[in-house]
């Protein structure tokens, strides 16, 4: 390790390699270690038989945030109707 260390060029440091066992740098992983592709889109809907997603990541993103607004502004009407504040706070969740 103190020679690891104290090794200032590649020669010093592939000397200590040498006596470990050659690998093939250029051999593909397994197809279970793969990385997916940068860009890859992945959905949380179920695939129908054909296999495809049924919907775009976009579509569930979408009515997330379509379940979340309409449940932030029922909770605003009815505390604003029982006395509270009409100061519409869930636009500052919402718009962001």
Do not use: C, Q
């Not at 495809?52 to 997330?64: D, E, I, K, Q």
Request: net charge negative; hydrophobic share 50%.
């Amino acid at each position: 390790m103190e020679k690891a260390l104290e090794a200032k060029t590649l020669g010093e440091i592939d000397e200590l390699l040498a006596d470990l066992p050659a690998i093939e740098l250029y051999r593909l992983p397994h197809e279970s270690m793969r990385r997916t592709p940068p860009g890859a889109r992945y959905s949380l809907a179920p695939n129908d038989a054909t296999g495809l997603t049924r919907f775009t990541p976009g579509t569930v993103a979408m009515g997330a945030w379509a379940v979340v607004t309409s449940a932030l502004v029922a909770i605003w009407a009815v505390t604003a109707v029982l006395g509270g504040t009409w100061f519409p706070w869930w636009a500052l969740v919402v718009l962001p």
